[in-house]
């Protein structure tokens, strides 16, 4: 009865984010040559835009790929041309993360950084998807053998986002108080690290379980796991302090509740291993302590369980709270026992609290670089405008 399982590894599914048509050939006043580069560019940035929608993320992957060189290239070529080149130039994208119970709002900008950001994002998400498709396939016999590129996956799409936030966000600044979409805050970016670094771990835990480990070791990385979503979830509530009350600005529900569920119950299987590895070492009163922290963790977070609820989360994560809740009942007979044990054979005293249990986080992002750029000239007509 006092054996630890921990739960099915989740990959929060974001929705990825979505564009107009761009032609870049039509928005600018150059040359036929010039033109007919545009007519490439634009017709490889659709090619990405609809295998991104596809159902195998890898062949979406490579498309955006082949794109990014091409963007940073007329990126840099338009900003070496005087800024009345680029004055009507519409790029538009909705949100990521964005509460998808209302229509998405579609934002516009003439920010080069804009369509940069929005693409490496892309890039990011995809790379999530893809991740969760390989691990989907993973049986219980092989997953030792087969996790290692799923986990590789979530490590690139941290590295992503690390990327967006310390190279990109900072040179796209829009005033927040009119475009109020989550995007707009280059914090959005660390909460997206974060929460990817700690489904990582997540993987990390269910090896390191396989593995044999012991069960104090395993309870560290499962308070590892949970300080990742325990900055993610900071970072959130510093965010939402910024961001407007009206449901269609704010950030998802169903994202915010998913990665400070996570907090919470990591940190409470945490407390469920650093017990039964004191339990094991004839220690139970500090067994007690700890499962009663693990029971108390988790029995705060069964209400916020609505089977009926018509969001997304709830719905797509049935079987995580099931295994929550299948876990506070085992903490609560175990609880019982330790207690019943205490009495009749150890006679330890209970101490009203223990620390916190030591966080160990193993994975760790992969950086991301920056393509190759692809070199783009840009001849103009006979003055410096663009076409509106």
Request: charged share 20%; glycine share 4%; with cysteine.
């Amino acid at each position: 009865m006092d054996s630890v399982c921990v739960p099915p590894i989740h990959i929060f599914t974001l929705d990825l984010p979505e564009t107009c048509p761009l032609s870049f050939e039509n928005q600018f006043s150059v040359d036929p040559a010039t033109s007919n580069e545009f007519k490439q560019i634009s017709s490889q940035r659709q090619d990405g835009l609809s295998a991104a929608g596809a159902k195998y993320s890898d062949s979406a992957i490579q498309a955006v790929d082949k794109y990014l060189p091409l963007l940073f290239g007329l990126k840099q070529a338009a900003e070496a041309l005087p800024p009345d080149f680029c004055r009507y130039l519409k790029i538009s994208w909705n949100s990521a993360l964005s509460n998808k119970t209302f229509p998405p709002n579609t934002y516009s900008h003439s920010n080069w950084y804009f369509e940069v950001q929005s693409t490496v994002l892309m890039c990011g998400i995809l790379k999530r998807k893809l991740a969760q498709e390989k691990l989907a396939l993973i049986t219980d016999i092989d997953f030792d053998t087969h996790c290692t590129e799923p986990l590789s996956r979530l490590r690139e799409a941290a590295g992503i986002f690390h990327f967006i936030y310390e190279v990109i966000s900072c040179q796209f600044i829009v005033d927040t108080k009119v475009y109020n979409y989550p995007e707009s805050y280059g914090s959005s970016f660390m909460i997206l690290y974060h929460m990817t670094l700690g489904e990582a771990q997540e993987v990390v835990i269910r090896r390191a379980q396989r593995s044999k480990m012991s069960d104090d070791n395993i309870a560290k990385l499962c308070a590892g796991a949970a300080s990742k979503f325990g900055l993610a979830a900071h970072l959130i509530e510093e965010m939402l302090k910024n961001l407007p009350d009206h449901p269609k600005m704010g950030l998802s529900l169903n994202f915010q509740q998913y990665i400070t569920v996570n907090n919470h119950y990591w940190k409470a299987l945490s407390y469920r291993f650093m017990a039964t590895h004191l339990y094991k070492a004839y220690e139970p009163g500090a067994a007690i302590t700890y499962m009663q922290k693990a029971f108390t963790a988790l029995d705060t977070m069964v209400p916020l369980y609505k089977p009926k609820n018509t969001e997304r989360y709830f719905q797509s994560l049935d079987s995580f709270w099931k295994k929550i809740c299948e876990e506070r009942d085992t903490c609560s007979g175990l609880l019982q026992e330790y207690k019943a044990k205490n009495t009749a054979i150890f006679h330890q005293q209970i101490p009203p609290d223990r620390p916190e249990v030591e966080e160990k986080v193993l994975v760790t992002p992969i950086n991301f670089d920056l393509p190759a750029v692809q070199e783009v000239k840009i001849t103009v007509q006979t003055k410096w405008c663009c076409i509106q």
